[in-house]
């Protein structure tokens, strides 16, 4: 049984989205919105701008002021939707949209959900520097949302209500009780990311189905990547206490084994741990949280495909691929 629970955490650690090659246009694009970051450096007092780089390039793990490459650290998917969006705009929707707006409101709204998460759980201190990158930060992305709504039918209401399910979802416990409840929730906590695609898409089409369908995509792609996350990270999550995927499928004793301390999971030869892992294994968790994560990805693909964004679902598919080609655990 030790040598099959190495495997699984070995399988875990290994499982990984396929590779997205992008052209020339979407690496221009990609790197437009990078530059957003640099952006956000000179909207601050001068007397902390230097000390904001440098924060940023330790914090992405980069050498110098031109490698601040945040945006790569997402899967494509993430902000490519943005460029098959516009790729989808009538040119004289084009000629009126200000896609600076766009990007720089997308670029914050990723960066504000790491680092907020970051801060919650304590990876980053909570400093006056942090907190005044995350006030510019919200702020940038504020002042373009309010600008990218004008025009757009119920605009205004749309960014209000997205980022209100946004903080009624962060750094809170959501208590889900399976494995839908707990997708359901994270929905909220991806709710900034989808405020740009909407209004891009209410500019592209007035027909409400196709920025439903927008947001169903790209929801589903969303809780694709938070399950291929747990999987990835089973053993941190549970030795953190967090409430994964893995979590939710657990049965109630086992929860309360999963919610020790890090210590007591440590004491005993680690019991606690082993006991969860083979549950995990006996009832082929991992397997169904796997097989989950495709269904999301090919549902995500298949709407992208019905609103005309080839190669937004070909993307998606690629995401897929060594997921469904790949063995399942068990």
Known sequence: MEDRIADLLSFCSRIDFGTVNLSNEEEEFRGELNREMLALCEYLP?????????????????????????????????????????????????????????????????????????????????????????????????????????????????????IDDYYSSI???????????????????????????????KRISVDEEFSRSIRSAYYSFGIAWRLLDDLQDIKKDMMKGVHSSIYVCLNEDLKGWWDKDTEEKKDQDGEYVQTILRYVLEKNVIDSIKERTCSELESAASIADSCSMSGFADELRCLLKPLREGQNFS
């Open 171 to 201: 750094g809170k416990s959501n208590g889900a009780a399976s494995l839908d409840s707990y997708c359901n929730f994270f929905r909220k906590q991806m709710a900034t990311w989808l405020i740009v695609p909407i209004l891009l898409a």
């Open 46 to 162: 001068k007397s902390m701008q230097t000390e904001a780089v440098l924060f940023l390039m330790e914090y992405l793990h980069t050498s110098s002021i031109g490698c601040i490459n945040f945006v790569n650290y997402f899967y494509a998917p993430a902000w490519s939707i943005l460029f098959w969006l516009h790729q989808l705009c009538p040119e004289s929707v084009k000629v009126k949209l200000k896609m600076r707006d766009a990007k720089a409101g997308h670029a914050m709204a990723m960066f504000l959900h790491a680092l907020d998460d970051h801060l919650t759980d304590g990876q980053l201190p909570v400093t006056p520097l942090t907190l005044l990158i995350r006030s510019q930060s919200w702020m940038i992305m504020n002042q373009a949302l309010e600008r990218l709504a004008r025009g757009v039918e119920k605009g205004t209401a749309i960014v209000s209500y997205l």
